[in-house]
C-alpha cells in the first residue's frame, strides 16, 4: 500500500483507491449562489491523471462518489462511465449513494455500505459498521470523515489543509462487537477528494460521524497525521486548535 505525493489516493496491487468524489455538487454549488459547471469534470481529469500515471487498472472509490443523495444527475452518470471505460471501476456505497446500483447497466461494480476487501485491505465509506471480514484485515481505509487540520500561526491566522490519519485499534472495545478481528489493525482516514469538501477533525466542536468513531473502535485522539506531501505533522491530541 503507498500514499500517493500530493494526491488523496492510495495505490495498493494496481487500484487506485480515492474517496469523497461529490460529482454533481455543482447543483448544490448553484443553489447557494455560486457557479462551476466544470468541477466535476475537473476532478474527472485529476483522477484520470492520476490512472494514466500510476497505470493503476482498477479504480475504487470509497464512497459518496456523488453529491446528491436521492438521484445520479447526468454529469454524474456521464464522468462514471468515462472512468469506467479506463479501468475497472467499483464503488462502495456511502451515504450520498442512494440508487447507485442502477449504474450496474453500465459495467460498474457496486458494494455495500459495510465495505469491501482487496487483497487484504479493508476499504469501506465510514457511515456504517463495516463487515467482519474489513476487521480482519491488516489496515482497514474509511472515507466518509474528510479530514482536515485546522491550525492557528503566531499571527492569529488559521490554516486549514487536507491530512491524512492512521489510527490504532482499540481491543477492547472492538471485541464489544466484533468475535473475530485483527489485534493489530490500524485505520487510515483517506482525505476527500473533492477539494471544496473537507472537515477539521482536530476542533472539538467538529461531531465524528459513523459508528467506528462514536463506539471507539479506534483510539483517534492518538492518531498520527500526515500531510499529503507525506510530512509527519504529530498526534492529533497535540496539534493546537
Same mark, same amino acid.
Given at each position: 500500500?503507498?500514499?500517493?505525493?500530493?494526491?488523496?489516493?492510495?495505490?495498493?496491487?494496481?487500484?487506485?483507491?480515492?474517496?469523497?468524489?461529490?460529482?454533481?455538487?455543482?447543483?448544490?454549488?448553484k443553489e447557494r449562489g455560486i457557479y462551476d459547471e466544470t468541477l466535476s469534470e475537473r476532478i474527472f481529469?485529476?483522477?484520470?491523471?492520476?490512472?494514466?500515471?500510476?497505470?493503476?487498472?482498477?479504480?475504487?472509490?470509497?464512497?459518496?462518489?456523488?453529491?446528491?443523495?436521492?438521484?445520479?444527475?447526468?454529469?454524474?452518470?456521464?464522468?462514471?462511465?468515462?472512468?469506467?471505460?479506463?479501468?475497472?471501476?467499483?464503488?462502495?456505497?456511502?451515504?450520498?449513494?442512494?440508487?447507485?446500483?442502477r449504474l450496474a447497466v453500465m459495467g460498474i461494480n457496486v458494494a455495500g455500505p459495510g465495505g469491501m476487501?482487496?487483497?487484504?485491505?479493508?476499504?469501506?465509506?465510514?457511515?456504517?459498521?463495516?463487515?467482519?471480514?474489513?476487521?480482519?484485515?491488516?489496515?482497514?481505509?474509511?472515507?466518509?470523515?474528510?479530514?482536515?487540520?485546522?491550525?492557528?500561526?503566531?499571527?492569529?491566522?488559521?490554516?486549514?489543509?487536507a491530512a491524512w490519519l492512521v489510527v490504532e485499534a482499540d481491543s477492547n472495545n472492538i471485541r464489544k462487537?466484533?468475535?473475530? &478481528? @485483527?489485534? !493489530?489493525?490500524?485505520?487510515?482516514?483517506?482525505?476527500?477528494?473533492?477539494? #471544496?469538501? *473537507? $472537515?477539521? =477533525?482536530? /476542533?472539538?466542536?467538529?461531531?465524528?460521524?459513523?459508528?467506528? &468513531? @462514536?463506539? !471507539?473502535?479506534?483510539?483517534?485522539?492518538?492518531?498520527?497525521?500526515?500531510? #499529503?506531501? *507525506? $510530512?509527519? =505533522?504529530? /498526534?492529533?491530541?497535540?496539534?493546537?486548535?
Amino acid at each position: 500500500m503507498k500514499f500517493l505525493y500530493n494526491a488523496p489516493a492510495v495505490l495498493h496491487y494496481g487500484a487506485l483507491i480515492i474517496g469523497d468524489t461529490h460529482f454533481g455538487m455543482e447543483k448544490s454549488l448553484k443553489e447557494r449562489g455560486i457557479y462551476d459547471e466544470t468541477l466535476s469534470e475537473r476532478i474527472f481529469g485529476k483522477i484520470e491523471k492520476l490512472l494514466l500515471e500510476t497505470r493503476a487498472k482498477k479504480l475504487i472509490i470509497a464512497g459518496d462518489v456523488k453529491d446528491s443523495i436521492f438521484e445520479t444527475d447526468m454529469k454524474t452518470a456521464d464522468v462514471l462511465k468515462k472512468l469506467s471505460e479506463r479501468a475497472e471501476l467499483t464503488i462502495v456505497k456511502g451515504n450520498h449513494d442512494g440508487g447507485i446500483e442502477r449504474l450496474a447497466v453500465m459495467g460498474i461494480n457496486v458494494a455495500g455500505p459495510g465495505g469491501m476487501v482487496y487483497r487484504n485491505l479493508g476499504i469501506m465509506h465510514g457511515h456504517s459498521w463495516p463487515d467482519e471480514t474489513l476487521m480482519q484485515c491488516d489496515y482497514l481505509i474509511s472515507a466518509h470523515q474528510h479530514p482536515q487540520i485546522s491550525v492557528r500561526d503566531k499571527s492569529g491566522k488559521v490554516h486549514t489543509e487536507a491530512a491524512w490519519l492512521v489510527v490504532e485499534a482499540d481491543s477492547n472495545n472492538i471485541r464489544k462487537y466484533y468475535e473475530k &478481528f @485483527n489485534k !493489530k489493525i490500524k485505520l487510515i482516514l483517506l482525505p476527500a477528494f473533492n477539494p #471544496l469538501v *473537507g $472537515s477539521a =477533525i482536530n /476542533k472539538p466542536k467538529e461531531k465524528q460521524l459513523g459508528p467506528i &468513531f @462514536n463506539n !471507539k473502535l479506534f483510539k483517534l485522539n492518538d492518531a498520527i497525521v500526515f500531510r #499529503l506531501d *507525506g $510530512s509527519l =505533522i504529530e /498526534k492529533l491530541k497535540n496539534i493546537k486548535k
